[in-house]
């Protein structure tokens, strides 16, 4: 039985598909092993890099990781982002890798035959697959359920809407199956993913409203976690996507990268919403989903951004106050239009980012107390290191450390005692519902 080893780079999308390459794998009797990063791959037939292609930073680390494992005797396959969007570096790094760009992932098995025969392949023509047809069952309290891929907006500094095809929104009817088949088998937390949640359905008539209203009439107890969404889409069909918040079974949770708080680098960055649009949304979510959590996205040194840019961003991140706030540098992407304007030094950006991430610190640190004190009700979801970690039902990270691993799975009520800027922290006092081990 040959062997493969799946190392997965980037976001849940990305581990989605790791997880639907695993499975077909496994039902062709293929043996898999899973790792995130920088694993021994030796000793594997095959080894799969599933790449990331957002950050410049994760670009070289892969690139590292190609060239090393380039002399293993392996067969290499490169899927993912990278594989879509870069296939020069790929084989300029390792040229015997065979490329298999996401939208072919699913024909893995017979690729992998292909290239026991030839040696190397390359499939980098994006087809429209439906991947909702492969969502496997999973064994994990975190079910990901991938609902589309591609977009339908031309960010300038975005490289990863040139590695998957254009919006490929996937069969609402067998997401729902795949949902209630992993509910079914166990799962508590439904992660909802794709490259921009806001974009799902638009070629097909539907949109993530409708399919949250449809999913949490699933029967069970769980929670859905939606990812990303440009706030673009918003307008379509946001009334009914904050009625959806009232349901229980959704994380009053939303995830939307506002990206800058200048309208004139929206503009430029190609994003196609205001900075007041944004903050209107930010404010009627607030009064309609009491506790609801707010995570936004920045980009500190967009080329056209001056001082005064800047300090707007700041400004509006200040006054708007989102719950978590994940700053990055910009970073030049290949094949971008933003990487054909002139970049600004290297010290400004760094600059620019150190006060803005200084100034987020304290604000979350400072929203985070004021659950201390507090009892409230977490599902556990993972293990890390001697903590065992979950989230409350507005998806606020917990921790605590004195439960094992048996609690994952199951909502426990924990009293909060500490928190950092990125999470709170406590300890579980026990759960009416599910007996848990408390452990001393
Ligand atoms: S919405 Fe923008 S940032 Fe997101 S994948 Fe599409 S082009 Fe990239």
Redesign the pocket.
């Known amino acids: 039985m040959p062997s493969v080893l799946i190392e997965t780079y980037g976001c849940t999308l990305n581990q989605a598909d790791s997880d639907i390459m695993e499975s077909l794998l496994k039902q062709g009797g293929i043996g898999v092993t899973r790792v995130s990063h920088g694993s021994e791959p030796k000793g594997n037939d095959f080894v799969i890099v599933n790449t990331c292609t957002v950050k410049k930073a994760t670009e070289q680390r892969i690139r590292e990781r190609l060239r090393a494992m380039a002399h293993l005797g392996s067969r290499l396959v490169v899927t993912g982002c990278m594989a879509g969007a870069n296939r020069d570096i790929i084989e300029a790094t390792a040229p015997d890798a065979s490329i298999v760009s996401p939208g072919n992932i699913t024909g893995i098995c017979q690729i992998l035959a292909e290239i026991g025969e030839k040696g190397k392949v390359v499939y980098d023509k994006d087809g429209r697959t439906d991947k909702s047809y492969y969502i496997p069952a999973s064994n994990s309290a975190i079910s990901r359920i991938p609902v589309s891929e591609g977009?339908l907006?031309?960010?300038d500094?975005?490289e990863?809407?040139f590695a998957r095809s254009p919006l490929n929104s996937f069969s609402e009817e067998l997401i729902l199956h795949a949902i209630a088949m992993n509910v079914k088998n166990g799962a508590k937390e439904i992660e909802l993913t794709s490259?921009?949640m806001g974009?799902y359905g638009a070629d097909r008539k539907t949109n993530i409203a409708n399919l949250l209203e449809k999913a949490v009439q699933i029967e069970g107890e769980f929670r859905i976690r939606v990812g990303m969404m440009?706030p673009e889409h918003l307008h379509r069909y946001f009334d009914e996507l904050v009625e959806s918040y009232g349901n229980e079974k959704m994380y009053k949770f939303i995830h939307l990268?506002v990206q800058s708080g200048s309208n004139k680098v929206l503009r430029e960055m190609e994003r196609r919403y205001t900075i007041e649009q944004f903050s209107d949304y930010l404010k009627e979510l607030r009064s309609k989903v009491p506790g609801i959590c707010i995570e936004t996205d920045i980009i500190v040194g967009y080329p056209t951004e001056t001082e005064e840019d800047f300090l707007e961003t700041a400004e509006m991140v200040n006054g708007l106050r989102p719950t978590i706030t994940n700053i990055s540098k910009f970073g030049l992407r290949p094949h971008t239009a933003a990487a054909k304007l002139r970049q600004l030094p290297g010290p400004v950006v760094k600059d620019r980012s150190i006060r803005l991430a200084r100034m987020v610190k304290k604000m979350q640190q400072e929203d985070f107390a004021r659950y201390l004190g507090r009892r409230v009700r977490v599902l556990f979801t993972e293990a890390n290191g001697s903590s065992i970690t979950g989230r409350t039902d507005s998806y606020i990270p917990v921790a605590v450390n004195n439960l094992d691993k048996g609690s994952i799975g199951k909502w426990v009520w924990v009293d909060i005692s500490g928190n950092s800027y990125a999470c709170i922290i406590g300890k579980a006092i026990g759960s009416k519902l599910q007996p848990v081990e408390i452990r001393a």
């Open positions: 977009c907006s031309s960010c500094f975005c990863t809407r490259q921009d974009a440009n990268p």
